[in-house]
C-alpha cells in the first residue's frame, strides 16, 4: 500500500514561516518525481513546487518564487517544503503527491497524501 503523510501544518500569521515534510512509502522513492499542491476553499487544485527524482531540478509556480523551497531526501523517502513570508492567499490545504513526469500537472501524480491545512491570518 502507498502511503504519503504530510506533517506541519497550522495557523500562522503574515510572514511567518512553516515546513511542511512528507513521509512516503512509495517504492522506489528515488523514482518518483515529488510535488506539493494546494487547493484554497472554493478553488481548484494548483500545483506549487516539484522536485526531479535526483533534486537537480526544483519547480515552483510563480505566485511562490523565492518564498518557497523543495527539497528531497531519498535515503529517508521524504520530501519537504520550507515556507518563508507566508500571505493570506497562502491559506490552502497542502498535499504532498508522487508520479510524473509532468509534476505541473495533478493529473500526471499517481500517489496523493490527505493533506495539512495552512491557515495564514493577517
Known amino acids: 500500500q502507498v502511503l504519503l503523510v504530510e506533517s506541519g501544518g497550522g495557523l500562522v500569521q503574515a510572514v511567518a514561516s512553516l515546513r511542511f515534510s512528507c513521509a512516503a512509502s512509495v517504492r522506489p522513492f528515488s523514482s518518483y518525481i515529488m510535488g506539493w499542491f494546494r487547493q484554497a476553499l472554493g478553488k481548484v487544485r494548483e500545483f506549487v513546487a516539484g522536485i526531479s527524482w535526483t533534486g537537480g531540478t526544483r519547480l515552483y509556480a510563480d505566485s511562490v518564487k523565492g518564498r518557497f523551497t523543495i527539497s528531497r531526501g531519498n535515503g529517508k523517502n521524504t520530501v519537504a517544503l520550507q515556507m518563508n513570508s507566508l500571505q493570506p492567499e497562502d491559506t490552502a490545504v497542502y498535499y504532498c503527491?508522487?508520479?510524473?513526469?509532468?509534476?505541473?500537472?495533478?493529473?500526471?501524480?499517481?500517489?496523493w497524501g490527505k493533506g495539512t491545512l495552512v491557515t495564514v491570518s493577517s
Open positions: 503527491a508522487a508520479g510524473g513526469p509532468i509534476v505541473e500537472n495533478p493529473r500526471e501524480m499517481a500517489y
